[in-house]
C-alpha cells in the first residue's frame, strides 16, 4: 500500500544504482541537470497521459534530521506521513508522488520538523521555500497591520495546468487607477481600509459604470492582481469597464465574524458602502449590474449578501465558497446552513458564478461537495449558475488564474482558462 501511495521516482532509483555500483560522479551529474532546469522533478509515466511522477528534493547541508514537505499533494497535517526519504548516505533527500498532469498548487520544506500534526501560527520562519524551485507565490506584507508577516511559497505547477495570462501586466495599452479610501461604520462600529479601481479612460460623462464589490480586500490586490486582470480583460473587451471597490477587514477576528453570514454587515453594505460608493463614484445603482463577491468566507459572505440583499446585489460570485459553514456545529440542522437558507427561501433575482478546486480537501470540510450541493440546489430552484472545477488546492495561486472565468461568466464571453463544468 505504501509504495501504490509515494511510487519510486526512475531518476532518483537509477542514480542509487550508479552509485552502488561504484559511480561517484552520478550524484553530481543528476544535481547538475536538476540545478539547470528546477525542481521538483517531473517524470511522465508510460502509457498514462493524465498523471506524471513529481520528486520533490532538497539538497542537504548540515545536520539533518528529517525534511518535511507542507501543503501541496502533503497537505498540512500529518507531518509524518510525507517525511523525505535520504538517498544512501549522500545529501540527496527526495519524496515521489503521483499526480494529476493538470494540477497547481504550492508547497513548503520544513528542516528538523518536530512531526507536530497540524500548522501551528501560519507560515513563518520553520517553513522554507524550495531553493531548487525558480517559481515562486510571495504573500507581501501589509504594513498596516503588525502581525502580518511575508511569506514566499513554491509554486508546483505541472504541464497541463490551466494558463495563467490575465495575471501578466500588459507594457502596451492604459491602465485604470487605485483610489485608497478609510471608511467609518457606525452600524459595526469599526472603519477599514477600502480601494477603488476605476478603468482607464473613467468619465462621469459616460453611462454608469458596472459595479464589483470584493471581501478581503488585501488578497485581492497582493494575491490575486486584480487590477491587471482588469485591464487586461477590459483591453481585450472579454468583459465592459467597470469599477470595482476592494473591501478590507479591521483584523482577522472581525473578518471572520463579519463573512460568516452576519446580518449587521450585511446592513452596513446595503446602508453605509453602497450609498458612500455611489455619491463618490459614477457607478450604477442597478442590481442587475452590480455583483459581490469573495474568496472562501468571502464567497459564503458573497453568497449571503446577494440572499438577504438581492435588491443591491444582483450576481455572486465565489471562489471555493466555505458553503460548509455551520451556524451551530452542535445543531446537526444548521450544518450547511446558506444552502439551507435558499432551499426555503423563493427564488430570487440572482445570478452566481461558483468554482472549487478538486484538491480542497480539508480534513472534516469536503469543499468540493458542499459547492456541488449549492450548484445543484440553485439549479433545481431555477437560479443561472455558472460553475467549474480546477485542480487544484485552497490557495490563491489557483484563484488567481480562474477569477477571470468567474467574471467573464457574469458580465462577458464564455470562460477562457481551461477550469471546467465537472458534473458528479
Not at 456541488?372 to 430552484?381: F, I, Y
Request: hydrophobic share 35%; charged share 25%; with cysteine.
Amino acid at each position: 500500500m505504501e509504495s501504490q501511495r509515494f511510487p519510486e521516482s526512475p531518476r532518483i532509483h537509477a542514480v542509487q544504482q550508479a552509485l552502488t555500483r561504484g559511480n561517484a560522479t552520478a550524484l553530481d551529474r543528476f544535481w547538475q541537470d536538476i540545478f539547470a532546469h528546477g525542481a521538483p522533478l517531473i517524470e511522465t509515466i508510460e502509457g498514462d497521459e493524465k498523471h506524471a511522477l513529481v520528486t520533490f528534493l532538497w539538497k542537504a547541508s548540515g545536520d539533518t534530521h528529517n525534511v518535511v514537505i507542507w501543503g501541496g499533494p502533503a497537505g498540512l497535517d500529518h507531518p509524518e506521513e510525507h517525511q523525505m526519504t535520504r538517498l544512501l548516505q549522500t545529501d540527496l533527500w527526495y519524496k515521489t508522488y503521483q499526480l494529476q498532469m493538470d494540477v497547481r498548487g504550492v508547497y513548503t520544506f520544513s528542516i528538523n520538523d518536530a512531526l507536530t500534526n497540524q500548522v501551528q501560527g501560519g507560515f513563518g520562519t520553520r517553513f522554507l521555500p524550495d531553493p531548487l524551485n525558480p517559481k515562486q507565490f510571495v504573500a507581501h506584507r501589509d504594513e498596516e497591520k503588525p502581525d502580518s508577516q511575508e511569506v514566499i511559497f513554491s509554486v508546483l505547477e505541472l504541464p497541463h495546468a490551466p494558463a495563467q495570462t490575465w495575471i501578466v501586466p500588459s507594457p502596451d495599452g492604459a491602465k485604470g487607477k487605485l483610489h485608497a479610501h478609510c471608511l467609518r461604520s457606525q452600524i459595526l462600529d469599526n472603519e477599514r481600509r477600502i480601494w477603488v479601481y476605476t478603468p482607464a479612460e473613467y468619465t462621469e460623462r459616460s453611462e454608469p459604470y458596472r459595479l464589483l464589490l470584493l471581501f478581503d480586500g488585501w488578497t485581492y490586490l497582493d494575491l490575486i492582481p486584480t487590477p491587471t486582470i482588469l485591464d487586461n480583460l477590459i483591453r481585450e473587451e472579454k468583459i465592459p469597464p467597470l469599477v470595482t471597490v476592494f473591501l478590507d477587514h479591521p483584523d482577522d477576528e472581525t473578518r471572520n465574524r463579519e463573512l460568516a453570514c452576519h446580518q449587521p454587515f450585511v446592513d452596513f453594505l446595503v446602508q453605509e458602502l453602497m450609498p458612500w460608493v455611489q455619491e463618490q463614484y459614477h457607478v450604477t445603482a442597478d442590481p442587475a449590474q452590480t455583483i459581490v463577491g469573495g474568496c472562501s468566507y468571502g464567497g459564503l459572505a458573497a453568497a449571503f449578501a446577494g440572499l438577504r440583499a438581492s435588491g443591491t446585489f444582483g450576481n455572486v460570485l465565489a471562489q471555493s465558497g466555505s458553503f460548509w459553514w455551520d451556524k451551530d456545529p452542535e445543531d446537526d440542522i444548521q450544518q450547511e446552513w446558506i444552502i439551507q437558507q435558499f432551499i426555503e427561501s423563493p427564488r430570487l433575482p440572482l445570478r452566481f458564478s461558483l468554482e472549487v478546486g478538486l484538491k480542497e480537501d480539508m480534513g472534516w470540510i469536503y469543499m468540493v461537495g458542499c459547492n456541488r450541493h449549492l450548484r445543484d440546489v440553485l439549479r433545481l430552484k431555477g437560479y443561472e449558475v455558472q460553475y467549474a472545477e480546477f485542480n487544484g488546492y485552497h490557495h490563491s495561486v489557483s484563484h488567481r488564474g480562474s477569477f477571470a472565468d468567474r467574471l467573464i461568466a457574469l458580465v462577458g464571453k464564455e470562460p477562457v482558462s481551461g477550469a471546467k463544468e465537472r458534473c458528479k
